[in-house]
């Protein structure tokens, strides 16, 4: 069959056969596709554009505006022994973790971009710093999906423990290369003024969002003509069988094949089950991602001339981790405790935002990040600078 698809005829034959099937589902289900694509808008106007696009924009400046350089220089000794990368990957993996798919990957391939990392520590990057935000596995599969704070603060830890397990393996990836240094990296690196750095980072974060708006709402639609022409469930049927000395019956085969492209519907089918079976389903989706985000990456690597190869790695292993610290972290921390009562009151609330409160939470989560990176660029700038002073007496 690889023979086959490989050839350029048929290749073109497979394509145009797919094709033409999408062309007659529309025509066969179009109240279900325009209903997908509803459910896709609304998803991206309350959720995609309020929580992205500031992340878009702080991260474009971090790096154009030369605040990863400074960086780089105080958190050098943390991430060459750890990551094998120098201090300024940092600023891609801090947000990565709070601004969510695909934040992290987007500032890691620009820091290569603008010449502040290699290629290989880039790699290295895109491994483990594409992660999910807090407010996502907190709000929306914490207390929306499993109704508990507890589980999501479960599911968090996991998460983040998974990433930087990752992170620690793929320090052996192309072991010959260590990381740049920050003497390196400032003499490649020339600082963009403060004016065309935020008009680039403005206009780019737009971009970008709407981007990932466009997979969203392909996948959502995709998925959905999928689930009523029965392809789905057929899937599921065969995936069951494969799968059935581990226990899996047709129910979950169908949900991991959903989580597998597109995430936010993958969890949302969580509803039933054992707990632990859930939530170790949802830590492998969260970490994994979908294929959904993937598409989302690969539009931002362009013409970089980055390998895939660690990022599909590593998302694989995130997936993979994530499951088995969720299991082990449920037993170690049932969420049936009392303390989930309270927790789920304190985040439920972010899995119903609308629009409004979504974008300001947003903005002043990237503000916070914002000022914390530059109160670090400026007290980096004073210990330099003393540092000379001393020098030159």
Not at 238 to 260: F, H, I, K, Q, Y
Not at 329 to 355: C, G, K, M, N, V
Request: charged share 10%; with cysteine; net charge positive.
């Amino acid at each position: 069959m690889g023979r086959l698809v490989g050839k350029a005829r048929y290749r073109d034959i497979l394509l145009g056969a797919g094709l033409l099937w999408a062309t007659l589902a529309l025509v066969l289900w179009p109240e279900q596709a325009i209903g997908a694509m509803r459910d896709g808008i609304a998803l991206c106007g309350n959720v995609i554009l309020p929580s992205l696009f500031p992340f878009f924009v702080l991260s474009s400046l971090v790096v154009e505006l030369g605040m990863s350089r400074y960086l780089g220089k105080l958190l050098e000794p943390v991430m060459a022994p750890l990551f094998r990368v120098n201090g300024s990957c940092a600023a891609a993996l801090a947000l990565g973790f709070v601004g969510g798919y695909p934040v992290g990957a987007r500032t890691a391939i620009q820091l290569y971009e603008n010449g502040q990392c290699s290629r290989t520590e880039a790699e290295r990057m895109l491994a483990f710093c594409n992660n999910s935000s807090p407010a996502f596995i907190l709000g929306v599969v914490g207390a929306g999906v499993f109704g508990s704070g507890a589980a999501g603060l479960l599911l968090y830890l996991a998460h983040l423990l998974a990433s930087l397990a990752v992170g620690l393996l793929f320090r052996f990836y192309r072991p010959g290369e260590g990381p740049r240094t920050s003497r390196r990296v400032g003499a490649q690196f020339q600082t963009a003024s403060f004016p065309r750095a935020f008009t680039h980072s403005v206009t780019g974060a737009l971009q970008s969002t709407l981007n990932i708006c466009a997979f969203v709402l392909f996948f959502t639609v995709f998925l959905r003509i999928l689930a009523y022409a029965g392809v789905l469930g057929a899937a599921a049927r065969l995936l069951s069988a494969l799968l059935a000395p581990l226990g899996m019956d047709r129910t979950w085969a169908e949900r991991l094949l959903t989580g597998l492209v597109e995430l936010s519907s993958g969890v949302s089918s969580l509803t039933d089950g054992t707990l632990s079976g859930r939530l170790s389903m949802a830590a492998f989706m969260l970490g994994w991602a979908g294929v959904s985000v993937h598409c989302q990456v690969l539009a931002f690597l362009g013409d970089s001339g980055l390998s895939m190869g660690t990022y599909f790695t590593g998302k694989l292993l995130h997936g993979a981790i994530s499951a088995g610290l969720a299991s082990l972290l449920f037993r170690l921390f049932p969420a049936s405790s009392p303390a989930s009562f309270y927790l789920a009151e304190q985040t439920e609330a972010i899995a119903q935002l609308d629009f409004q409160r979504a974008l300001t939470l947003s903005a002043a989560a990237a503000w916070g990040v914002w000022l914390a990176f530059l109160a670090l660029t400026v007290w980096v700038v004073q210990k330099n600078s003393g540092k000379g002073r001393r020098t030159m007496v």
